[in-house]
């Protein structure tokens, strides 16, 4: 079929991210022309069982319970770490360590201080590595990003960025590790970090912080929940735009919904997920008689991605930003760089930790109380 | 044509207040049986000339350019007050001192203080008394606050609330009273004002705020602007939920959007202004097969204040929360009470005040150090 | 209050319409600078005891249960007919042979005959005259006939028309005079009617029709319905465009939706009614990377009608359309003309018949066959 | 990896339809548990050098230029036709007579004729067989269909159909394919079939239809354009329900818009693709205070096919449909019965003749006239 040279990928973690993860490297081949092939050789997991069914799910040509078997196995090159934060900087350490190419799942600590070791410990093996924003990947949210990039907005002034799901709505959803600050979980780490992602891509640093958590159930199955269930944000950028984040896993009927939006001196750009093909812009400066803000169809030829997929119109899923994903850092193997790297992990890590300082102790945190270098 | 006993109503200001103001008393009457009927006997403004043009236009009876004789004329049984913040609780207490029932445009005042004097008097005097929050009187929000005291989104866990217009953004428009803070301007209590007045109805006592706010256009023709244009703020209410606040006029082609969600143990509500005949409701308690939200046209009779109106779909407007204003007061002649009262606008003057000093002062403000009596 | 000529209205029939048409000249001259103003000298109906409480409500002076006397009243200038249609052309032409003005609602007759004759009858009297085709008096409607008149959709090449209402949707609503045909009732003309002014209106003359109807629920309170609950429509316009409309009063939960869209040449329009204060418009020639519709808010100040309302974002609603076609007659009042006139009345009411016969024979049928001199 | 049984599949054509329908036998083994594991034989086209390329971005094993050798691979169990719509019966029958199973795309073929002889022959081989309405595998068109046999809307009165895109509006595309009836092109049989299908299978047979169609640019690179551009119906279906159908390549800034809705005496269903993960229903016997339409979120676990991807919020899009298409075939692998099957297809044709002949001979057509049997 291809005379490519193959790259082999070996997973950690196998539940819906390993998932995710394994139909980005399976479907990239097909959508772009990348200038390797990437082979799924092995993925790992504590259940034996339930690895052994993922992998043939998956399609991935062998399991192991041990994840340090995956990083040290000399057919694999790129290690893909898709196991709970609260773990994933020692594997992201060890994968450098043997000279893998690395790609985390956000967020990627427990805490900044071990995002930023891992940032550095890939920085210094010089391997190619990335964090999983998937959500840049989206044709509308490439597309926005690259609007602002060409001054359709002109200066930012305003951000606003909030996500809305039910998962712990229910007071009787049993205790697991996503009620456990320990294991990294965290709503301002899980949902908001793609937002903070999102506005430190579009917007820029983010240098100071108020907030505020609540936890509306705060025992399950008899033990107590140590992480927040809704928090709100608001954030104060370098250049002096101001902003809002908010993060909330107690709406009813809200699955996934987040919107970000910014208004800039001149223009607006707004983007829903529950309409993820679409993207809103308004120019401060068409006629009046066209006032309002445009519905673009982020699926044309000249959008991002969107040329790898389907006619206009067609409409584009979740499933593609892992796709995207694989394909954009194969396109770039063996050198890289990738990008978002660790580093923007850790950076996202640092404002995530900010927030929850400045909710805890009731007072604006400046981000350089957390990261001291910025 | 009716043998109804006639009520005479004086207006203090003949801007758009003024003239949605009395658009409300000419129309109530024709959408409702009333006790009463009201006649505008006169208007008031400084500038003869436009305040003559404005009673020919908005049928009313005569003019004049000294509110004080609006105050004081035997035929004038209820004050409304539609001049500019600043100078409200002069008007206010003036027309209470006379015997005369009152509303008032909000904000009440411009300083917390103003307003509860204006308030205390008023009550002091016994007359009925009322604040301008007009949405109130839409009805999609009228039935989204019926439908939370019935129970339909249980126990309020998170409140959301956005106002977003364009009318700074230009930093060419000159200056006027809107952006001097001493003529009781900000865009917290211009634009917020309402929403925290949703947010008292809707869920409760407001306790602590965290805020910001900005001004990009520090200076118009060149003099300073001592208002915020953009605001944003995190608020605990007494009942543990949690609530969020943005109101910002540098918004490009957002003409007047405003929103607000309440998230409950039970369910969501979901209004937008740009759709002022929708309510969004999402039950959690609904079959899982028909997960979402419902958009309920609440125009039904069933809902409140559409039977004064057209058959289900044709859709009403802003002018209607005016007419529905009137009618409402008008009903409850001559002995009221009215609702919301001047006491209401007080208590959303404090919010509006500890939100200025928050941002003021980048700390969380409780909502006692403004209002001690709370 | 005003020295302005006051121009005298009888109003024959208290229904929803009387209702509305009142409303219209109470409202009109507080929103545009008029050369006279509207009294509501009179209306008729024959339930005295409902038509003298209508009176009070509406603000009408007086009242009588004998439509003649409001024709001939020296007192009365403009009759305006809101009875029900099969009533219409006797009192249209009465009040012609008085030398009165006429606004008679849609749609003109039970029969494209007597519509026809109605409009000659008016015509030969030379008085200003009108039919009732209210929505063109939306902004976002007015709007639309405007951007296709300055180009900017090209040559129309489609047009598309829906009506959807659940109104006889319940078997169990009980027989009346809508459900009787000789009472000038069906679903092609009450609802219809106001398509098929716009697709005239925007697109042009309609030279061919096929289409079908039907009656789901074909006896009521032991009576015979002989009226369509459904109908749908191909057409062909004189100048080579296709259309489709439907209108149908059997959608359950669908009150009054309709929509009207044109593909061009250059460029789509579309209005959706639920959302009255949109116009969505496609440029064809825009640069992709905006592919797209844009929502325009069509009620900026440079939008017909808008300047004379509310700020841009506030909404209006179904009443406007009543007030904005009061002010446009008297506006022109005493001469006229007023537009759209009774002949435009006949002219709709020949395609409605066109529609009917097609219906009926099922076969195309060319607009010849009713309208002669075509 | 597996011990599952291999299918061998070969497709017939490259484009389009050939990348869409590789992509589903590429994923489905990953989101079904099926009985069987697909591998991509061989892919066929004439011109090699692209037929080349295909193969090796599609994951096909080995390609060739001539389809009959597809058809006769031993390894090949499945073939699948991608190819223009006037080559399918040909290669189909080939398949059958191989005793291969056959996937078409649509339409069936460029005549009823074909399309009837073509299913009558792979009927008679007893293969499994199946025409590409990959539509009806969108969960929430799956839905829509399940809620309408579970008697959610009751008995069903009105169909209402639309698909609308731009691709033929600029008169200066080249003449192909695609503007050239006898490859069985035509824009009622490319859109149209889909719609047309959908409708047989949510309402019923189809009788009667009347039609309309146009060609606004009726000669392409110097030569005669003979396909219809735009098409609109009226149907009448079998069980007395109305329907209404247009299909239009003339729809400025409309890419690919098509939308569905059923009317009945229970309820309304409605789908737009442009917003593909949700379905709004509104229940007649609803509370009133909730009238309205329901958006529900077609992701949920207990909707088809939902389950089988992502978490109730993140998103499906176009690709999907071809891989529930092939996980549904496999998942019945080897003795089938699939569905819809080419009897289905041939059934459309019928339709879709019947729909020309009317637009042809501007008068009603039996559906009867063009397939007797019926």
Known sequence: MSSKPEVGVGIVGYGLMGRAHAHGYTVAPHVRDLPCLPRLRVISGRNSEAVARAAARYGVEEWTADWREVVTRPDVQIVDVCTPPGTHAEIVEAAAAEGKAVLCEKPLAAEYAAAATAARVVADAGVPNAIGFNYRRLPALALMKRLIDEGHVGDILLWRSVWLSDEFLDPDIPFDWRFERAMGASTIADLGAHLIDLALWMVGEIVDVAAQSETFTPERSGRSVDVDEASSVLVRFADGARGTFEMARTCARRPCD????????????????????????????????????????????????????????????????FVNQAADHLERWPDGPWDPDLAQGARVQSICEAMERAAAEARWVGVREIDYAR
Chains 1, 2, 3, 4 share one sequence.
């Open 258 to 321: 987040f919107f970000v939006e910014v208004n800039g001196t001149g223009g607006t750009l707004r983007f829903d997920y529950p309409r993820l093909n679409e993207l809103w812009y308004g120019d401060a400066r068409d006629d009046d008689v066209f006032y309002g803000l445009r519905r673009i169809r982020a699926e044309s030829p000249r959008h991002p991605y969107a040329r790898d997929w389907w006619p206009i119109g067609q409409g584009l899923g979740y499933g593609v930003t």
